[in-house]
């Protein structure tokens, strides 16, 4: 089997240490936040404090100023666990570098020591009900009174969404001009206008708050652009091969965990006098499985390594989410197959990670999405 090499000592003993807070700090409360439909915020504090956020952010910052690897650790130890709560993912990998990327000093430093500690959480606003693949048809306006900006309009589906301090919100400065004319600005949860939506009940991720977000003419400083006027959609395009392959790493290491799982419960289960695992249809769904996921990790672990050196482009990274996505979605349902009844019981770890699973396929951009963006690049050279 081809072992993982981008690890070094330091990334082992990081995820040692992860894996332990997951454990006792996750794991027990997961099915109680599940209920609650949102994680307290106490446990965002416990993780800042243990460096589980953020990890890149630079010491003049309050960061670690460690490699991308050591956030790679902390997504894929919450998703070994199936612990599909608590929303570190957008804070970090999203919210965090795209301040780190287009922020002034000022925002840098006034956000960023709050992110990494747990005491500001982060959410990006950008899909709305009528805008979600098409990010350039966002309504949301923000429209210049002297010095400040008045925003008003919707959000949805926000991850986050009840928790967050600050929004990375999508907003069009000028209507008229397509995706000329989207702003990024950096919204408080404190503003006057500011309001929070329902904390949408979803299929599955069920313990990660998600919501719709409405934006009354709240009223913000000029300084709280994010990066530059009419610069917003480029701004995004720029983040989204690491998304997509935040996305890769997550389908990669869950459909790992299931195969596991699956191994596990059917080498016990038993019937006809023998186990689930003796019959020659449980070791070719596993063994197909296994052969897949095993190229699906290869093929992201590629990837991470081009992200770090600067160098994934995104159709590189749309492959990559496009074919774990499905992988994901394919290998909970085959392995849910395999446990039978109990596999449909909430109680089963396999029957949440099938409820999670669908999500793979939509967010983040759509699996048609990503057959877009390849499509385009194998035909564009041939367009006449
Ligand atoms: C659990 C969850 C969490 C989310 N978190 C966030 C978040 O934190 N922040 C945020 O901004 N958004 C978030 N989203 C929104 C998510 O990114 C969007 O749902 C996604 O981009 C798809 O947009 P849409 O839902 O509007 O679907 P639509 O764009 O309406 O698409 C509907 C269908 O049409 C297809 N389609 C669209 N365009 C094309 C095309 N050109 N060619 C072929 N098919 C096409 C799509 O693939 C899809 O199958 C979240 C969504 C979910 C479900």
Request: aromatic letters at 10%; glycine letters at 8%; a negative charge.
């Amino acid at each position: 089997m081809i072992a993982r090499t981008l690890f070094q000592e330091e990334h082992d003993m990081w995820r040692n240490s992860v894996r332990r807070f997951v454990e006792t700090e996750i794991v027990p409360f997961h099915a109680q936040w599940e209920q609650d439909g949102i994680v307290p915020r106490e446990l965002w504090r416990k993780a800042g404090e243990q460096g589980l956020l953020c990890c890149t952010v630079p010491e003049a910052y309050g960061g670690l100023g460690l490699d991308y690897l050591f956030d790679v650790v902390v997504f894929e130890e919450l998703w070994r666990v199936g612990a599909s709560g608590p929303g570190f993912l957008i804070h970090t990998d999203l919210v965090a570098t795209y301040i780190l990327s287009f922020g002034t000093e000022e925002q840098k430093t006034f956000w960023l020591p709050k992110m990494v500690k747990g005491e500001a959480i982060g959410s990006l606003g950008m899909t709305e009900p009528h805008a979600g693949s098409d990010l350039k048809a966002v309504r949301t306006q923000a429209v210049r009174e002297g010095d400040e900006f008045v925003i008003n309009g919707q959000k949805v589906f926000i991850s986050n969404g009840q928790l967050c301090d600050l929004v990375v919100l999508a907003t069009k400065t000028d209507s008229a001009a397509g995706a000329k004319g989207v702003t990024l600005f950096l919204v408080e949860s404190s503003r006057e206008g500011f309001k929070r939506g329902r904390n949408l009940e979803k299929l599955g991720m069920r313990a990660q708050d998600t919501s719709e977000l409405f934006f009354d003419n709240v009223r913000i400083p000029a300084t709280n652009i994010l990066g530059e006027e009419g610069r917003g959609f480029p701004q995004m395009m720029t983040k989204l091969p690491q998304e997509r392959l935040a996305q890769a790493i997550r389908s990669a290491t869950v459909i790992e965990a299931v195969i596991e799982w699956t191994a596990d419960y059917t080498a016990e289960r038993r019937a006809f006098g023998k186990t689930i695992s003796d019959f020659q249809n449980t070791q070719f769904v596993l063994a197909d499985l296994k052969a897949r996921s095993v190229m699906a990790r290869v093929f992201t672990d590629k990837c991470i390594d081009l992200f770090m050196k600067g160098e994934l482009d995104p159709v590189d990274a749309a492959i990559a989410k496009m074919v774990t996505s499905e992988l994901h979605c394919e290998a909970v349902d085959k392995c849910l197959q395999l446990f039978g009844g109990w596999g449909y019981m909430w109680e089963y770890p396999i029957a949440r990670a099938y409820a999670d699973a669908r999500v793979v396929k939509i967010a983040g951009g759509s699996i048609e999405i990503m057959k877009t963006i390849i499509a385009r690049e194998l035909f564009s050279h041939r367009m006449r």
